[in-house]
């Protein structure tokens, strides 16, 4: 792996993080860098659960990796939520 490979691997998952984030009910707080975080994870738990199909790019399976980041993205959402419920009493 070359440190080009890395940093479009990188890139391609924080987008796909952000789409995803757009396409959930949930907005999770952080900005580009949580994106990034929720792409990366998300490119790994889509791999886990879906498999790899569909265009890939910099070895990132796109769909999976949408789809894992949206499963992160609305549970981060729900979590975020149940603390500032749990910070207000």
């Not at 729900?78 to 500032?84: D, E, I, M, T, V």
Request: glycine share 14%; net charge positive; aromatic share 8%.
């Amino acid at each position: 792996m070359t440190v080009l490979t890395i940093l479009l691997y990188v890139a391609i998952a924080t987008a796909c993080g952000f789409v995803a984030e757009r396409f959930t009910p949930g907005v999770i707080p952080g900005g580009i860098v949580t994106s990034a975080i929720v792409g990366i994870l998300g490119a790994w738990v889509g791999s886990i659960l879906f498999g790899t199909f569909g265009l890939q790019i910099a070895g990132v399976s796109l769909v999976p990796c949408i789809l894992g980041s949206a499963i992160l993205v609305c549970l981060l959402s729900l979590f975020s939520r149940a603390f500032k419920l749990r910070g207000t009493n």
